[in-house]
């Protein structure tokens, strides 16, 4: 019988419940470090590593010469673990990061507050001189890990061609968006353990896999050339009041875009602070009615295919009927008898009429198709349109005449551009192209494969139109402003009127002015387009607000690009017919 009063049989009592309590835990002692340490161990490696993206190198963008136009530098990311971040710390630590990485102090508090999260991004882009800051204030859970952001050291310039990255990283306009695969390279991953610090240790060699760099690209544009066209579109937009304004630098021999500039403009380093409207280009993506710079398809098809010549005469009245309809010429004038390069130079819609009656509408049809109306140039850039040219089997009976002087179908304004380098060209369209070729990460280029080209029309016709366009930069013709001192310069104005979206008529929808031509004419190296998009102070007519920039633009041209002056005298342009 037990006896409370033994002593030492409660004392063996007392060290066999303690001995019990031992041998639970060693057991259990035992079971985590050999039979579930692995487990356990496992368990505790996750909380702490973590898989991280390396992003590539993203490749430059320059022009001809390599001067860039959107470059990448070294920058940081900032992060956090929320899972070791004391809830009494949340508030110090978004008073600090908020303002000095431009976040919203809600959305940073959201993030530092997550949840069962133990990796959460809160910036991107960071500068490095930043990122030191933050690692300097040694906030426990907060972190930073190297990436890149995406510089253009020009500004404004060349942006709607060029586009922008956005802040996660991905082309999102210009040909940073359309060519982002090629541009962004292919990212890499590491494996990194995360300290009570937040601070990451890279882990052994075999845990990480070396990002991709991607390649540069190297465009046709001359940066000293771009910042002229831009400057000069600019300050026309402005000084015309007009909506917006491009131009166009073309070599009608190979095809390659030398500058290619619009206004308004962006700066795509802080792309979110301007209009989503102005982030693309109009060149490409903005369909306008030629106008009368459209005229000279129509003149290649009846000078090609009517049995017309240049001093073929014609008898124009101010205005003539065709089915329900009254055309007319810009200005009133009595009944002329003009030469068909008088015609030209005058920019008769009426001459124009009487001429086109001399093909068929197929025929007419066909010519613009062959100069690229209606289908897209193929540039690489987003957003491009097509324009509209409908086949004839839709046209109306009134649509052919519309058509033959520039209204009735539309263009974007490299089309135009295209259809003045093929002229220029001697009737060969070379296809435009701005891409020049890629470069390594070795700096090794491999240029773009050659523009495809084709014969619009013949050598002799071209030389026709292209004499026929010097008259019209004689005081005779509608663009004496587009001549260029020492040089033979072709040229055509464009005075379109544009569609009220309102009533779907003509009426109080304002005008697109523009012009096109090329220098030196006997010898075509350069083309120049200029268009301006509904200009309301002063004239809105192509020869008084295109063409002066034209002559700005293509002088700064033919003297950096060190053409020299025309040696021969041009041909004497018969305006108006004799008899």
Do not use: C
């Not at 999102?172 to 962004?184: F, P, R, S, T």
């Not at 030398?258 to 380093?269: R, V």
């Amino acid at each position: 019988m037990f006896d409370r009063r033994d002593p030492l049989k409660r004392l063996n009592i007392g060290l066999l419940a303690v001995a019990f309590v031992l041998s639970l835990f060693a057991g259990r002692l035992v079971q985590l470090q050999t039979i579930d340490d692995d487990r356990y161990a496992e368990l505790a490696l996750r909380q702490r590593v973590k898989e991280i993206e390396l992003p590539a190198l993203r490749g430059e963008i320059t022009d001809a010469k390599g001067n860039p136009f959107a470059m990448t530098v070294e920058a940081r990311s900032v992060f956090a673990d929320p899972s070791i971040i004391e809830p009494g710390k949340r508030q110090e630590i978004v008073n600090a990061l908020a303002p000095t990485l431009g976040l919203d102090p809600a959305t940073v508090m959201k993030a530092v507050s997550k949840p069962d999260t133990q990796f959460v991004y809160l910036a991107h882009g960071v500068r490095p001189e930043k990122a030191r800051m933050v690692n300097d204030w040694g906030f426990a859970g907060i972190g930073t890990l190297p990436e890149y952001r995406r510089e253009y050291p020009n500004g404004s310039l060349a942006a709607s061609v060029i586009g922008f990255v956005n802040d996660s990283g991905k082309g999102a306009a210009g040909l940073e968006a359309a060519m982002n695969d090629v541009l962004a390279g292919r990212d890499g991953r590491q494996r990194v353990e995360l300290s009570l610090e937040g601070q990451h240790i890279p882990m052994g060699t075999d845990q990480k896999q070396a990002p991709v760099p991607g390649r540069g690209v190297r465009l046709t544009l001359l940066q000293d050339l771009q910042y002229k066209a831009q400057q000069a579109i600019t300050e026309q937009v402005k000084a015309s009041n007009a909506e917006s304004g491009s131009v166009i630098v073309m070599d009608p021999r190979t095809g390659k875009i030398l500058a290619m500039a619009s206004a308004p403009g962006y700066d795509p380093n802080h792309y979110a602070e301007s209009d989503s409207s102005v982030w693309g280009s109009p060149i490409v993506q903005d369909a306008f009615e030629p106008g009368s710079t459209g005229k000279v398809a129509t003149a290649a098809a009846v000078l090609e295919h009517g049995g017309v010549a240049p001093h073929t005469p014609f008898v124009v009245p101010y205005q003539v009927s065709r089915y329900d309809r009254v055309f007319h010429d810009s200005h009133p004038h009595p009944t002329e008898k003009l030469t068909f390069a008088g015609v030209l130079a005058q920019s008769s819609n009426v001459g124009t009429i009487l001429a086109s009656e001399q093909i068929t509408e197929e025929r007419l049809y066909k010519t613009l198709r062959e100069f690229g109306f209606g289908e897209k140039t193929g540039l690489n850039l987003p957003g491009e349109t097509a324009g509209s040219l409908r086949p004839p089997g839709k046209w109306s009976g009134v649509d052919r005449y519309t058509i033959a002087f520039g209204q009735g179908l539309s263009v974007n304004a490299l089309q135009m551009a295209s259809v003045y380098a093929t002229i220029a060209n001697g009737g060969v369209r070379v296809e435009p192209n701005l891409v020049a070729g890629t470069v390594d990460e070795d700096d090794e280029f491999d240029p773009a494969a050659e523009p495809e080209s084709s014969r619009v029309i013949s050598t002799r016709t071209a030389r026709q139109i292209s004499d026929m366009l010097e008259g019209v930069t004689t005081e005779e013709g509608t663009a004496p402003k587009a001549q260029i001192e020492g040089y033979r310069v072709a040229g055509k104005t464009g005075t379109a009127e544009k569609i009220n979206p309102e009533t779907g008529g003509y009426r109080g929808g304002g005008y697109v002015a523009s012009f096109a031509g090329f220098a030196p004419a006997d010898d075509p190296r350069l083309v120049v387009q200029v268009v301006l998009d509904n200009p309301r102070r002063g004239s809105h007519y192509g020869g008084d607000v295109a063409a002066p920039v034209f002559r700005e633009v293509m002088g700064f041209a033919l003297q950096t690009q060190k053409i020299p002056p025309t040696g021969s005298e041009p041909p004497k342009i018969q305006i108006r017919a004799r008899g």
